[in-house]
């Protein structure tokens, strides 16, 4: 255990190492949040509710779903995809340590840099905007349970995702095909309440929609069916599963050449 916490450390240490990247992204991420703020303030100008949220839960909505978009980055998968395309997964494999055990370990530490980073957007936002929902503290904790389990979901889809560069010559483009499915179907771009009703639905039961629309909605109390927590929970085996089949198959693919 004592090598994985190393791991974390030295990706914090390297996560931290450029500062100047750090200001930038924070101040990209705080120009986003806000300016989505102000475009839906415009829309809610002329009515109380749209589509059953009120200024307050919206905002709290764009506020957390930026927040769990930029925690579910496509780091482990563009990690491990990268390294398998430059031929370094060799190298990788002789460590004496699990290679995806020491990629969620990284990952672990960028969530940890992300959720600094949103501090002081999560102080900032409430004295412009003035509006802001605030839970319970049970509501805040059901959030934080479903957010994990949503993460733990996104990062066995984007190894799933990473393992596919075995079969494929490049995978820049499933990278983006990656990228464009998070935005439609988990609700960070809008809630899936926005959609079309039956297109809705069947969202709701995919597993990018456990990673920012089900737990924000939790959040803010809506009118959320507890029995999808069952479907959230069933995600995990059932994608641990496919990824282990893939990780067995993508091994037998390898070659490693040398003495």
């Given amino acids: 255990m004592s090598k994985y916490i190393h791991i974390t450390r030295l990706a914090l240490i390297t996560q931290l190492q450029y500062k100047s990247f750090f200001v930038a992204t924070l101040i990209r991420t705080f120009i986003q949040v806000l300016v989505s703020i102000f475009v ?6 002329t009515q109380s509710q749209v589509n059953g949220y009120t200024l307050e839960t919206f905002t709290t909505y ?9 925690l579910n980055s496509f780091s482990i998968g563009r ?47 409430p004295l412009l905007q003035g509006q802001l929902y605030l839970p319970n503290w049970q509501t805040g904790l059901l959030f934080l349970f479903s957010s994990l389990l949503g993460m733990f979901i996104i990062l066995l889809l984007d190894l799933g995702f990473s393992l596919t560069a075995f079969f494929t010559a490049n995978t820049w483009g499933i990278l983006i095909l990656r990228n464009g499915l998070f935005s439609l179907a988990s609700g960070a771009l809008l809630p899936l309440s926005f959609y079309p009703e039956n297109i809705a ?14 737990p924000v909605n939790i959040l803010l109390k ?16 059932i994608l641990s599963a496919f990824i282990a089949f893939l990780w067995y198959q993508a091994k037998r693919r390898l070659v490693i050449l040398g003495g």
């Fill in 79 to 125: 990690d491990l995809s990268i390294m398998i395309v430059d031929g370094n997964i060799t190298g990788e494999l002789l460590y004496p340590y699990s290679l995806i055990t020491s990629l969620f370990f990284q990952d672990f530490a960028v969530k940890i840099v992300e959720i600094v980073k949103f501090i002081p957007i999560l102080l900032v936002i």
């Fill in 62 to 70: 764009i506020i957390f779903a930026n927040l769990l978009g930029n």
């Fill in 40 to 45: 839906w303030k415009t829309i809610f100008f």
């Fill in 222 to 237: 809506r009118q959320v069916n507890f029995e999808l927590f069952w479907i959230q929970l069933a995600w995990i085996p």
């Fill in 201 to 214: 639905n069947i969202l709701k039961l995919l597993p990018y929609s456990f990673a920012v629309n089900f």
